[in-house]
Nanobody, 121 residues
Framework: QVQLVESGGGLVQPGGSLRLSCVAS????????MGWYRQAPGNQRELVAS???????NYADAVTGRFTISRDNAKNTVYLQMNSLKPEDTAVYYC???????????????WGQGTQVTVSS
């Protein structure tokens, strides 16, 4: 069993910053890709940023230049630094990890429970 727990969400004014964290725990052999997604009310869940096991990153056009994804493999943790936040960034942010299980060596995607980010004055 693998669990992902996000933290760092909250209420911030436009132009402000937040840093999200997501820690993976459980029966983990290795973690390949990790990513952050978001879902605003009435919208589909969308990719915000992703990072491979080797550190290659990819960003949605809407956040390029403002958000930075990073990971600490020793801590099984992925981060999302969000700067210059805008009201349209308001959403529930979810992390996802592609995990190879220790017991079976099978690869599956796991999701966190989500953390609310609200950008408002």
């Amino acid at each position: 069993q693998v669990q992902l727990v996000e933290s760092g969400g909250g209420l911030v004014q436009p132009g402000g910053s937040l840093r999200l964290s997501c820690v993976a725990s459980g029966s983990i052999f290795s973690i390949n890709g990790m990513g952050w997604y978001r879902q605003a009310p009435g919208n589909q869940r969308e990719l915000v940023a992703s990072i491979t096991g080797g550190g290659r990153t990819n960003y949605a056009d809407a956040v390029t230049g403002r958000f930075t994804i990073s990971r600490d493999n020793a801590k099984n943790t992925v981060y999302l630094q969000m700067n210059s936040l805008k009201p349209e960034d308001t959403a529930v942010y979810y992390c996802k990890a592609r995990v190879v299980a220790r017991t079976t060596l099978s690869e599956n995607d796991y999701w966190g429970q989500g953390t609310q980010v609200t950008v408002s004055s």
